[in-house]
């Protein structure tokens, strides 16, 4: 299995562009979770997904972050405006049934906004 | 509010030594305990869990010990390797409940 796939892996942008980072699940897992890392926060849950249905956004810190989950192989997370502060890696991951046991994380989108 | 304290931020270990890397949580209600292993560049991975009807858990080389009256548990990586090297972070959350994940540490092993 390819594992989860992330695109692309860096994204250099100007403020106020909007961002768009792509996922696809390992396939056959029901999960799929989008975390942010950076040094001073460490990794954080910004939104999951079961069935593809968003279960718990809470984690999203704005009205600017959107995610989307149209089918069970394709996610979007964007960011719109995107703002400085927004620069981080963000990772996509899945897991099968067992909501948090066991996440497969992607290699990560590297996004720096100037 | 952090729930998950990790420590230490990073260790420098040689060859064949021994990587220990503690964390504390305050939800008494975290019954999952996962450890994930991060290489440069890539996703964490993960390493090893445990549940807190044990108090030990070993895979290979590397240990998890659990206590749960501390509300602690540790990672042990015996006999150290270079490929060893990489960021670990600990987690802690409920079944069917959110992970939380520690700061992470940074293990270096010397050749």
């Known amino acids: 299995d390819a594992g989860v796939i992330q695109s692309p892996r860096h994204e250099v942008t100007e403020m106020g562009q909007e961002v768009t980072l792509r996922c696809k699940p390992i396939?056959?897992?029901?999960?799929l979770f989008w975390y942010r890392q950076t040094m001073m926060r460490g990794l954080e849950l910004l939104i999951y997904f079961n069935n593809n249905v968003p279960i718990d956004d809470s984690g999203m810190p704005e009205d600017r972050f959107s995610a989307k989950m149209p089918n069970a192989s394709f996610s979007t997370l964007k960011i719109q405006p995107s703002e400085p502060r927004d620069s981080a890696v963000y990772f996509c991951?899945?897991?099968?049934?067992?909501?948090?046991?066991?996440?497969?994380f992607g290699s990560g989108t590297q996004l720096s906004v100037l | 509010q952090q729930q998950v304290k990790q420590s230490p931020q990073s260790l420098i270990v040689q060859k064949g030594g021994i990587s220990i890397i503690n964390c504390a949580y305050e939800n008494t209600a975290f019954d999952y305990f996962p450890w994930y292993q991060q290489f440069p560049g890539k996703g964490p991975a993960l390493l090893i869990a445990i549940r807190p009807d044990v108090s030990e858990k070993k895979e290979g080389r590397f240990t998890i010990s659990f206590n749960k009256s501390a509300k602690q548990f540790s990672l042990h990586i015996m006999d150290s390797q270079p490929g060893d090297s990489a960021t670990y972070f600990c987690?802690?959350?409920?079944?069917?409940?959110?992970?939380?994940f520690g700061a992470g540490t940074q293990v270096v092993v010397t050749p």
């Open positions: 987690a802690a959350g409920q079944s069917w409940g959110k992970l939380q």
């Open positions: 991951a899945s897991s099968i049934s067992g909501g948090f046991e066991k996440l497969f």
């Open positions: 396939s056959g897992h029901d999960y």
